[in-house]
């Protein structure tokens, strides 16, 4: 009997990366033991054609200003931009349980910072009211100290710094967004109060940060929500 | 002929002696009660033969005057424990018999909301602190309740009612002791009705006069009439008065009989009585004893009096029977709240403060520090152990605390854990917050009744009403040869139990951390330190430092396999960890911290990223934590793993003292590295702990080398006696080494040589001086011989068991 052919051993990873990559695991040989699939086996096999909708296409040419009639002489910028729903219930829970009034946007700026690394060296924070203010090295503030420095409204003016904005609006997906000259990083969460979802869009300058890397800080922002208890440590 | 009935003392009141503060007001209160005891029972048991009450009953007919007289005493905030034949108690106590009745017919609106029932009946509002399904399992909670009170400054006592069957049980014997030797204001009333279950006492122990067993622990004993109510208020009347005066405890020994049989359904007179010895004891029911000499002794209320009495009971029990019947069910969906506080941490622990300037600290002084600052912010907080008072504890882990806070808070223990640590959970279910020291792990099985049965449930038979924030602190782990009663940490086992909260942390820092967290919240904990990190040091935070329960912390960054641990054992896997480095593999080294709550997100986090896993953990693998992650891995990460998940464990066998022989069983560096690098090339490590038939126990068995050292370095002498942990290079020669000390002693500081190299010594011989935190240690020369290089000069600083030198056998130099 072909019992072997018809079931070839790999592991639950090795399948996930075949399926997404859209290799047939009969053409692969296993190295793994007994010849099982193991994920280095899968062939980094970029999927040129049309991507499939993992995300948001990346709305092409959002130009920096609309507004501006005067052309300035600026390079044109490459955008690109992806988004993601977030699950809010475990944090709104956390905020609730800690019995403090920390609002949203200071446990959003401390995800923000810590999902998007040295791009957070410091972060300038839109609030739903429309307040901004800027807060140096917000990775390593508590929550309750982001929400702090806001209310003190120190401005520490920062070379690029990450733009998170917080729009308190229900039932609105973001599907593109403008990003400043002086930034090349930023997160727009609509979130409307009491809200156990929300949805999160990340536009970066692709010259800056690569499509790869946004990606993945988008998904760490995301993971970042849904674990609260991290964003205290 | 009933023997057991004529030969019992009387104490008959003459109505010339009724005490003054009996008036008729009062004498009509205590019928009053006595029927409402009666009635209400008699229309359980016909619902209990109908069926409309879940479960059976355990009925306390026949014995209504002792719980009506002891209860006439006490306050709405006094406490009572009760046992499984406790509805006369509840309402003696107090309770409104409708929540009574509709907690019988496991109804919403029962005292509990029918998660307790019968023998599970608690009712904060009149101070019942549970009827039990445990014999002998109430009676160190009430003495509990009395230390409570007075740590607060307040009068109430804690009372506990049990059977005869339970004074042949340790709780009874280590409760009784307790209370003597901290004057516990506390009474202990023994309802002897002559059977335990169908035992008859006689035939369970020689001495059957219960009173005369108090003279054991040095606090009274009285034994009265249990069916004469009014000779039970006297004798409580006094032992109260003692109670609320600091006096200390007493015991009263009620001699009474239950007319019913064990349990609604049980015959009456079973097997172990004779129905004559039932009606005997009939003629002198209690109630119609009381009624007779109200009529007739006092004359102070007619038969129609009495009757129009009985008429209104009868109504009021009617109506619980209604009211318990038209209760709702309870939802469906509440069955699973209550068993932990919502949310587990409390709110400090969820408010990290921004890092701050740290210091370096020892595990014990972290923690003992910890301790000092909650128990100087909360007033009512106690801690019980067994030497961890005057004398500082075992470890050292208490030094001080008795100075700052005295006996009445730093209460030195018998060695009675399931006494003292029942105690402790009443104390703690009562206003204080206790911490009850085990010493070792292995001794928290003595106390495991309490901790499963007691503690971990209470805030769920009591519908939320009641919960138990008592830390359970224990040494925990292997650490040199400490040998099979000394070296457990059978944190899995109480992880295992719904309610109860299990910490296992490795660092100094987290081990603050944890405590103050679980002296601040609301469940109960079970703190296991490693013993073997006792001696380490480590940065702690200056200012108040909290840890959550469920957050795992992330010890090293990797990116090809996740290493997950907890305890001793993260030092261990971070060692491995830098080996792999070495090589090119970057494993990411994760320390649980908590065992319960368990941090599966964390762990699968990591796995999404490493795509590989092991558990590399202290305790036994068969149901351990190994199991539990990777079945969690299956549930959260199954498309992430690119491996099976490994395990790696201590062997499942108890620890034993020879050093070679602990050594094969116990994780070490090197049997993590070996697991990394066969879960690393797609193949899980096996255990053989499930000692199943026709299994592959082959392989295993083969490959243990006939002399299991697996890990020693390589030594020519193979005879010799096995290296220490630091071993140095061998030379020649008879080592001398710094010699283990106590636990928490790591290392020490050479003061001196007293030899030169070369120089002629004797056995026994001072021939170097070393100090460590706690003495000057003198080390003497092992054999006859020339002192030989001197590996280690002054100034060095040598781990315990480290080699400094050694003598050259022979005079020849």
Redesign the interface.
């Given at each position: 009997m072909s019992a072997a052919a018809s079931r070839r051993a790999a592991?639950?990873?090795?399948?996930?990366l075949a399926r997404e990559r859209g290799i047939a695991l009969a053409e692969l040989a296993g190295t793994?033991?007994r010849g099982?699939i193991?994920?280095a086996d899968i062939p980094l096999q970029l999927v040129a054609a049309p991507e499939p909708a993992a995300a948001v296409p990346a709305p092409a040419p959002v130009a920096t200003a609309p507004s501006a009639p005067a052309p300035v002489a600026v390079a044109a910028r490459a955008f690109g931009a992806f988004a993601t729903n977030l699950a809010l219930g475990p944090l709104r829970?956390?905020i609730a349980?800690?019995?403090?009034d920390v609002p949203l946007h200071a446990f959003l700026a401390r995800a923000a910072a810590q999902a998007t690394g040295r791009y957070a060296e410091a972060i300038r924070l839109v609030a739903a009211d429309g307040r901004s203010v800027a807060v140096a090295g917000p990775a390593?503030?508590?929550p309750?100290?982001i929400a702090c420095r806001f209310e003190a409204g120190e401005g520490a003016s920062a070379e690029r710094p990450l733009v998170l904005t917080h729009l308190a609006v229900s039932g609105i997906r973001p599907v593109a967004g403008s990003l400043a000259p002086d930034c090349d990083l930023r997160i727009l969460v609509v979130a409307a109060p009491g809200t156990e979802t929300g949805e999160a869009l990340l536009v970066h300058d692709s010259d800056a940060v690569s499509e790869a890397e946004a990606a993945t800080m988008l998904a760490a922002f995301r993971?970042a929500l849904e674990?609260p208890?991290?964003l205290?440590? | 002929m009933s023997a057991a009935a004529s030969g019992r003392k009387v104490r008959a009141v003459k109505s010339a002696g009724l005490p003054a503060e009996l008036s008729r007001a009062a004498l009509l209160d205590l019928y009053e009660r006595m029927v409402l005891l009666r009635r209400f029972e008699s229309v359980a048991q016909t619902a209990c033969r109908k069926g409309e009450t879940p479960g059976f009953l355990h009925l306390y007919i026949g014995e209504e005057a002792t719980a009506v007289g002891i209860c006439a005493h006490l306050k709405p905030t006094d406490w009572i424990t009760s046992t499984h034949r406790g509805h006369g108690h509840a309402l003696a106590k107090g309770m409104s018999p409708n929540s009574l009745m509709a907690e019988l017919f496991g109804k919403r609106d029962g005292c509990c909301g029918g998660r307790g029932g019968t023998m599970h009946l608690y009712d904060r509002s009149v101070g019942l602190f549970g009827t039990n399904g445990i014999v002998a399992a109430g009676i160190s909670h009430a003495v509990g309740v009395g230390l409570s009170g007075r740590a607060r400054g307040r009068e109430d006592i804690g009372v506990a009612f049990f059977g005869d069957g339970a004074t042949n049980h340790g709780g009874f014997h280590e409760s009784l002791n307790f209370a003597g030797i901290q004057k516990a204001p506390a009474i202990l009333v023994c309802e002897n009705n002559l059977y335990a279950t169908a035992t008859p006492l006689a035939s369970a122990t020689l001495n059957t006069e219960i009173a005369s067993k108090a003279a054991s622990y040095g606090i009274p004993g009285i034994a009265v009439d249990g069916n004469d109510v009014i000779a039970v208020w006297e004798v409580m009347r006094e032992a109260t008065r003692r109670a609320r005066s600091g006096e200390g405890p007493t015991l009263i020994e009620a001699k009474t009989y239950r007319t019913v049989g064990h349990h609604e359904g049980d015959p009456v007179t079973g097997t172990y009585r004779t129905q004559a010895e039932v009606d005997e004891w009939l003629k002198r029911d209690p109630v119609k004893l009381f009624r007779a000499r109200l009529t007739d002794d006092f004359s102070v209320a007619s038969t129609d009096e009495l009757d129009a009495i009985d008429a209104r009971i009868d109504a009021i029990v009617q109506t619980s029977l209604e009211f318990a019947r038209n209760s709702p069910e309870p939802d469906p969906a509440t069955s699973g709240l209550h068993v932990f506080a919502e949310?587990l941490?409390p709110?400090e622990a969820?408010?990290?403060?921004?890092?701050g300037a740290t210091q370096t600290q020892s595990w014990l002084d972290a923690v003992r520090d910890g301790i000092a600052e909650e128990m100087r912010r909360n007033p009512h907080l106690l801690y019980f152990g067994e030497g961890t008072g005057e004398r500082g504890g075992t470890f050292a882990h208490t030094k001080n605390l008795y100075a700052e806070f005295g006996p009445q808070r730093m209460v030195d223990t018998p060695i009675s854990e399931q006494g003292f640590t029942g105690a402790a959970i009443g104390a703690s279910a009562t206003g204080t917050r206790t911490i009850a020291d085990l010493m070792f792990a292995d001794f928290m099985f003595e106390a495991a009744g309490q901790i499963v049965l007691q503690a971990s449930k209470l805030r769920y038979m009591s519908n939320g009403q009641m919960n138990a924030p008592v830390v359970i602190r224990v040494g925990s782990g292997a650490v040199r040869s400490a040998g099979p009663h000394h070296s457990g940490i059978y944190h899995t086992s109480w992880a295992h139990v719904p309610g109860l909260v299990v910490c296992m942390p490795a660092t100094p820092a987290d081990a603050k951390g944890l405590m103050k967290t679980a002296l601040r919240a609301s469940d109960p904990v079970i703190m296991l330190e490693p013993k073997a990190l006792f001696a380490t040091k480590g940065e702690v935070p200056a200012a108040e430092h909290f840890v959550?329960f469920?957050?795992a912390?992330i010890a090293r960054e990797g990116r090809d396999i996740t290493i997950v641990s907890a305890g001793q054992l993260v030092h261990r896997s971070l060692e491995a960890a830098e080996k792999l480095a070495a090589e090119g593999i970057e494993a990411e080294v994760i320390d649980l911290r908590t065992i319960m709550p368990l941090d599966v997100?964390?762990v699968a986090?990591s796995v999404t990223k490493t795509?590989r896993l092991l558990v590399v953990d202290e305790g036994w693998g068969a149901f351990g934590v190994g199991a539990e992650l990777a079945q969690a891995m299956n549930e959260l990460a199954?498309?992430?793993?690119?491996?099976p998940v490994g395990r790696l464990h201590s062997e499942a066998q108890p620890h034993p003292l020879a050093p070679a022989l602990e050594r094969a069983m116990l994780v070490d560096t090197d049997k993590i590295l070996a697991a990394v690098r066969s879960v690393l090339?797609?193949?899980a490590p096996t255990p053989k702990h499930w000692r199943h038939l026709g299994g592959r126990t082959a392989a295993p068995v083969a490959s243990s080398p006939p002399v299991p050292v697996p890990s020693a370095p390589s030594q020519a002498a193979s005879a010799s006696p096995p290296p220490p942990a630091a071993a140095a290079p061998g030379g020649p020669g008879e080592p001398i080494t710094m010699p283990f000390g106590d636990l928490t002693v790591s290392e020490g500081t050479i003061v001196g040589w007293l030899k030169a190299e070369g120089d002629k010594v004797k056995a026994g011989e001072i021939v170097a001086e070393i100090e460590t935190d706690k003495a000057v240690v003198e080390i003497e020369a092992p054999i006859d011989g020339v002192l030989g290089p001197i590996e280690q000069a002054k100034g060095a600083v040598v781990p315990m068991g480290g080699r400094i030198g050694s003598v050259v056998p022979g005079g020849a130099a």
């Open positions: 592991s639950p990873y090795a399948r996930r793994g033991p099982r193991v994920a829970e956390l349980a800690a019995g403090v390593r503030l508590a309750s100290e993971d674990n208890l991290r205290l440590v | 949310p941490n709110p969820l408010v990290q403060p921004v890092p959550p469920g957050l912390r997100g964390t986090a795509h199954f498309d992430e793993l690119d491996a090339s797609g193949t």
